[in-house]
């Protein structure tokens, strides 16, 4: 049975869908969901709401239907497309902002599947549509590798800490070498922004604590001493413990937000042009 | 203020005993810190010490700015704050509060602080009992500027007004920044279509718009209304006014939420329609706790040319729609809204409004309440500083003989009356009289004396009559 997709009248993210499936001659069956399949979407969204994500500007089309499987979004409809879910990891769901192609989270994905990374990223930079790449330093040769083949207009690169607690801010294991290796990969973008949450630490006690404004100095240094550069466009972003996945972090006490300012004079040691980032920007 | 061309400076007036004596100090144009006593004496000058405003802190210390940012990057950027002891030797600076690289220029920090600052201890920057401005410790309010790009306001770049806290180690600790507010500030949709339009377009820097131009800022301190339970009044909340806006307004502190508001419009409420319409204001504070009229909001409200709204006759675009040629001294009570005390045209004696024109600073100036309860009014544009007792009577005068070279003027931006005690270092001078000179027999040296060689009597004449008609009228009065 071919794939089904939901599209809405005047969509450009849909036409580019369309574009991707007509390239990979996949045969699918469309339902405009604003038009004459409106009781079809209805009754798909009856039954599938908890699939399906409503955002700030309603339902966000293409809605990719093949079976079982349910993918919203234009890149996470042609990353199923090309890949299947071996794409899953790289493509998450984002805001769409008009003209660009969000959610490629680089830290996540399965490196083997970087060609057809590669090739789904292609596609939406011929349609004419700008990549903004993610990436908190995790799987360095994925944005190297995307920046030598000139993919990617602009990157976000969130600094977890100081080399010293980033393991335990990412929970896991990590290697120095290769967040150096993405700093300097993200520096080359001329449209980059470098941000660090100011995240909850749980220290040697079993206790919850902030990263501390000596915390961020030395991370904003890091980025100095990688980059060779105190003038990288830094961010600190205040961090929402009721917001978090973690949820033994969702019941810490919230940092001041004006706790920040001294957060971000200790950066600006090292980096001067540091600024606080609005909740409205973009992180 | 109309000056002939040829005119006294220094001190014209002074009655000792009427007085709340001390020493003034101001910003000489193009001159530096200049510390005067009641009779014009020159006591010191910080020569070239910018300020805007210069003070001096107990111990005869100074604050003021090292320079200035050039102005075709920026306008009014102080390039720091700096408190100097007697010597001239600086004690603290201030600058990390944006890096700057202007092209052309050496890159560096700057403060980038305009109009306004106020040391821990003392809201308002001037003497008050029990209030004292720390000197060797203490956060610094400062205000400052950040270029900005705020599309609800305009789509071009602005030039936007924030409020730092900074510790004595240089840490900024809390920041307000105004465009976060714009919706609060009751902007009405004619006033907003011009601000997108112009939003007081500068050419600094390839054009900036400074939507805003707030000129003072002030903590509110002690006060009755907080005592009685009015939580806009607490006194760690921030006054400040904006004079391309007409607004002042207070800041919650705690939030940075706007807790009470005066403007942009004076035509909403009777209370408003009263208090009649404040343009292009300066130095709007509350007297602060142990003065009289303490807890009462003074503002140097302008007139000239302000504000954002409809066309009309005077503003074919509608910027700078509110016009006024003579300013008011007035002191608010903040709840009723009623005008406590004022210092006009009219209390200064002049025929009004023909005449009102004499008492007037369409930009800069501010007032000052003393203890004795007199205000010393600094009608900036004319370099003219006068004390005023509670009667409007003017007890002291001064005109700063400083005239820029490169800016035409002897303009005063802010000047402040401080207790001798506040500079030790010198023994306080004992003030001499000066008499007022009677304006109608005073010549200058070649000019003949008055008063006619011959007169002759004219038959039939008749007296002239007190309410000789002028070619305006002066007795149109206003309806409500």
Known sequence: MNPT??????????????????????????????????????????????????????????????????????????????????????????????GWIGGIHLPAGDPAALNDLEALLLFFKNQGLK????????????????????????????????????HILTGGVVDAEEICRSMKAAASFSDRRFETRVAPVVDAAGGLRYLTPEEIAATACWLKEVTGSTKQPYFLRWFDPTACADESFRAAEPLPREALYRHRTAARRHQVFTEIAKDSECG | MTYPSVHPT???????????????????????????????????????????????????????????????????????????????NVVWRFNRYEFIEDPGETPQWMARQHHDYQREGNPVGYFAPGLEPMTDRGNTMMLS???????????????????????????????????????????????????????????????????????????????????????????????????????????????GRIAWRLGPNYDETA?????????????????????????????????????????????????????????????????????????????????????????????????????????????????????????????WEYISPYQGKMMNTNMIYRAYRLPYAWVPQVDAPRGRAIERIDAGRFRVPGASPGGAKRVVQVAGVLPYRPDAALCVRTDVGETT
């Open chain 1, 5 to 98: 997709l939901f599209t809405a009248t005047g969509c450009v993210r849909c036409r580019i869908a369309k574009n991707f499936m007509q390239a990979k001659r996949i045969a699918y069956e469309e339902h405009d969901a604003l038009a004459g399949g409106k009781e079809r979407f209805g009754q798909f969204y009856r039954t599938h709401r908890s699939s399906v994500v409503r955002g700030k500007e309603g339902i966000e089309f293409p809605v990719l239907v093949d079976g079982a499987v349910i993918r919203q979004g234009v890149a996470a409809a042609a990353a199923y497309l090309q890949a299947g879910s071996a794409l899953d990891g790289f493509i998450r769901r984002g805001e769409p902002a008009p």
């Open chain 1, 131 to 166: 990549l903004r790449l993610d990436t908190d330093g995790r799987n360095a040769h994925v944005l190297e590798h995307l920046r030598g083949r000139g993919i990617g207009d602009r990157v976000v690169m969130e600094i977890k800490g100081p080399p010293v607690l980033y």
């Open chain 2, 10 to 88: 220094g001190a014209t007036i002074y009655d000792p005993a009427r007085c709340w004596n001390g020493y003034t100090v101001f910003q000489a144009k193009e001159l530096g810190a200049l510390l005067i006593d009641m009779n014009g004496g020159e006591v010191q000058l910080w020569k070239e010490l910018h300020g805007m405003p210069n003070r001096i802190l107990p111990g005869g210390h100074l604050i003021g700015s090292t320079g200035e940012r050039s102005t075709a990057f920026g306008s009014q950027d102080g390039i720091d704050l700096v408190q100097v002891d007697w010597d001239g």
């Open chain 2, 145 to 255: 500027h950040k270029n900005i790009i705020h599309p609800a306001i305009c789509d071009k770049p602005l030039l936007d007004d924030t409020i730092i806290e900074v510790t004595w180690e240089g840490d900024v600790i809390w920041e307000w920044v105004c465009s976060e507010h714009f919706e609060e500030l009751g902007f009405r949709e004619d006033a907003k279509n011009l601000l997108f339009r112009n939003p007081n377009w500068l050419k600094s820097g390839g054009g900036i718009g400074d939507w805003m131009h707030i000129n003072s800022m002030s903590l509110l301190g002690p006060n009755r209304w907080f005592d009685a339970g009015d939580n806009r009044f607490h006194p760690d909340n921030i006054i400040w006014c904006a004079r391309e806006a007409n607004i002042t307004a207070i800041v919650e502190k705690k939030t």
């Open chain 2, 271 to 395: 209370e408003l329609r009263r208090l009649g319409w404040i343009i292009g204001q300066h130095h709007a504070h509350m007297i602060p706790r142990g003065l009289p009229g303490e807890g009462n909001v003074l503002i140097f409200d302008n007139g000239g040319w302000a504000g954002y709204g409809c066309p009309n006759p005077g503003s074919p675009t509608g910027f700078r729609n509110a016009l006024r040629d003579y300013s008011r001294v007035l002191e608010i009570d903040p709840i009723s809204l009623k005008i406590v005390w004022q210092y006009t045209p009219v209390e200064a004696g002049l025929p009004f409004p023909v005449d009102a024109n004499r008492f007037y600073s369409p930009f800069v100036s501010s007032a000052q309440r003393l203890p004795n309860g007199n205000t010393l009014i600094t009608e900036g544009s004319g370099g003219r500083l006068i004390e005023v007792t509670a009667t409007h009577d003017i007890v």
